[in-house]
Structure formats: C-alpha cells, structure tokens
C-alpha cells in the first residue's frame, strides 16, 4: 500500500512507520519536526517536513491509506496552554481529513488515548465505559473521535481510533527521546544512567496496593502490531474505537522495581506529591481489539523496559 504516515518522526510514529517500510509498505512521512526527529524517519520511507495543515499538498489520489500519529501529547501542557492542543489536534485533524476527502483517500487509522476517559469508575476500562476527559489533551482526541464517526457516516471514510494506554519500550534505533521527558520508563532510565537529577516519584498516597499510581504499560511493538491489523481491518463508512493495553496494571513502584531489575543499578528517586490530572488506575480492556483484530499483546513489562534500556544506551544517546 501507498502510505502517508504523520508524526513519523516521532515515537510512536517512527516505529510503525519503520515496520510499515519492513513489510514492504510505501510510506510517505509527513513531520513537523517540532517534538521529532528528522534522524528517526526509517530508511526506505521518504520524508516531507511539513505540518498536518499542508497535507493536501503532500496528499495525492494514489495514496491508500492515512496513519496519523501528528499530535501534542502532553496532558499537563494541555491543561496550562489548551489553544495548540485544539489547534494542532482538532484543527490539523480537521485539515488533514478535507484533503484526504478532497483527493478520495478513504482509510484511515487514528491515534487515540486512554485520556480520553478521565478517571474511570471501574477497571479494567472498555470503550463503552463513559468518555469523560480530565484535560485538553484528552478532550482533543475525544473531539477527533467524534469528528470520525460523523465523517464515515456521511462521507464514507473508513476509520479506526486506536485508544493507546501507557507506551513504552523501542524497536532497535527507534525509541522515545523527547527534549521534554513526562513519561515514567524513560525518566527511570535517565536516572539509572546516572550523572542527572533522581527520578520523581509522583504521588504515594493513591489507593493502590502500594501508594503510587497504577498503570498499563504496552510494548511499542505490541502497540504497532496493532496498526498494522487496523489498517487491514479498516472499511469504508465505519469507525470503530478500540483500546490498546496489556489488561494488566504496573504500580509506579513496580515499574521503579522492573528498570533496577533490569539494568542492575541503583535508580535514584524522590518521593512527592500527586501530579495534577493523574487518575489512580487505569488499565484497559482490550477484549474488542483480540476478537476483532486478532491482536493478542505479547511482551512483558521487563521486555519493554529491556528494550528501552536498550535504546538508552545506544551509542550516540543523550541519557
Ligand atoms: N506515548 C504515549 O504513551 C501515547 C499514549 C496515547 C496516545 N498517544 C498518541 O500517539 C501519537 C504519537 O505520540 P508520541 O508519543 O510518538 O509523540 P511524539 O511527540 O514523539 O510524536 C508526535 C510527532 O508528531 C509531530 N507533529 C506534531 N504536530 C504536528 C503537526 N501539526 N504537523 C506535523 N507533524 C506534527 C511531531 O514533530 C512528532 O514527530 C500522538 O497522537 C499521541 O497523542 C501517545
Ligand atoms: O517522572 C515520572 C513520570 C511519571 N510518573 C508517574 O508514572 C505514571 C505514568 O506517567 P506517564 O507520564 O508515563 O504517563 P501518563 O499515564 O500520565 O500518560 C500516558 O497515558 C495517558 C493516558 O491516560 C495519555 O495517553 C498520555 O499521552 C500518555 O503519555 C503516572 O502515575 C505518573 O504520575 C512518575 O511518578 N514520575
């Protein structure tokens, strides 16, 4: 297939888009580069820097399909600064989806969140639970979800939201390395490798088994495997959500616990309060994404930090 990738050089995107080219795929990446890299777009995918707002100009009939990773992710800065989140994520959605209709592209897979169910009553979560997001970041992507039920109705794009859970782990050269470092292996890892400021640990008191905050940590390769399957999947006129996780929940502290395990060094943390906006627990229901998609998550929690580790130490990283 014929593939535009956005957010390629990010994360996420630069390990599926990875994978996509490994299969064979045509993949097309268009990129900011505001959080990505131009070094993560893979070898054998061809690269525009360009924002989601130009996309008709990139876009063209032949393509088959769009994967659109492009997006600002960070819930606490959504909750300081909103107008980029609804601007990039809403906005640029809205653009990229008009030049896809423009130029008959009619499949796409979306880059969803468990954000957008806030604090949820119950766990594990399951995509008919109530979608009530605590932030903007959260609300942006719920926004897009609905915006892709309303356009295969009446348009007949063919979507699929991936409702990702925690991410984590790399695939070789291509891992997480944000120049503003939120998410918990990484910062864990940083301060394993030593030489910068202890890990924080973001809340003690939480109603868990040991204080801290539990979470559901999926592989990248899992998380990408399941593309992949939402790409073959996706069908003209439908949008069907589904969540991404491994069903299991990792307490903050066993995470600390998973990165001393795997690297053999002391990790340094201090202990603090709570971070504005986190939820207690969330894991997620993956039911409908087995049955459906025949995805099946396999790596454990010591794989993904292994694997990012890995990534860490490459010659050349900054940690
Ligand atoms: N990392 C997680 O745990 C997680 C969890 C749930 C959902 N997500 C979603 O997955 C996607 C990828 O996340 P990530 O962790 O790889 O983030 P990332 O910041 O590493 O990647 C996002 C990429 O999009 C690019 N980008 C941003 N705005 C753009 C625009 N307007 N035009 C073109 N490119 C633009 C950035 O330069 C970057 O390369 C995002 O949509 C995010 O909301 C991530
Ligand atoms: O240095 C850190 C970083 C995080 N945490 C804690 O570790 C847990 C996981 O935090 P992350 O920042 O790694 O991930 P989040 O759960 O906050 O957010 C992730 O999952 C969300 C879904 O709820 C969104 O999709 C978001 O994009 C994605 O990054 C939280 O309890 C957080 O407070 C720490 O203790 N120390």
């Not at 001393?260 to 627990?281: F, K, M, Q, S």
Request: hydrophobic share 40%.
């Amino acid at each position: 297939m014929k593939l535009l990738v956005t957010g390629g050089a990010g994360y996420i995107g630069s390990v599926v888009a990875a994978l996509l080219a490994e299969a064979g795929h045509a993949v097309t990446v268009l990129d900011d580069l505001s959080t990505g890299h131009r070094d993560a777009v893979p070898e054998g995918a061809s690269f525009t820097e360009a924002s989601v707002f130009d996309a008709a100009s990139v876009l063209d009939p032949s393509y088959d399909a769009v994967l659109h990773f492009a997006a600002k992710s960070l819930v606490g800065e959504s909750v300081q600064d909103p107008a980029p989140y609804w601007r990039n994520n809403v906005a640029g959605t809205l653009a990229l989806l008009e030049a896809m209709r423009g130029h008959g592209v009619r499949r796409l897979v979306f880059s969803s969140t468990a954000a957008v169910y806030g604090d949820p009553e119950t766990v594990p979560i399951s995509e008919d639970d109530p979608a009530l997001p605590t932030s903007p970041y959260g609300a942006s992507k719920l926004a897009v979800d609905h915006m892709l039920g309303g356009w295969a109705r009446a348009y007949g794009l063919g979507a699929v939201s991936l409702r990702y859970f925690n991410v984590a782990g790399a695939h070789g050269r291509f891992g997480e390395r944000h120049a503003t470092e939120t998410h918990l292996v990484p910062n864990l890892l940083r301060a394993a490798a030593g030489g910068g400021e202890p890990a924080r640990l973001h809340g003690t008191d939480y109603p868990t088994r040991d204080g801290s905050a539990v979470r559901d940590y999926l592989h990248v390769l899992d998380l990408a495997d399941a593309h992949l399957r939402a790409l073959d999947a996706v069908r003209p006129g439908v949008h069907r959500v589904y969540n991404l996780g491994t069903g299991s929940g990792s307490t903050v502290r066993e995470v600390l616990d998973a990165v001393r395990r795997v690297t053999g060094l002391p990790v340094p943390v201090e202990e603090g309060p709570r971070r504005a906006g986190d939820p207690a627990v969330l894991i997620a229901s993956s039911d409908r994404a087995r049955t459906e998609l025949g995805w099946k998550p396999r790596r454990t929690l010591d794989e993904t930090v292994s694997d990012a580790w890995a990534f860490t130490r490459r010659p050349g990283s900054p940690a």
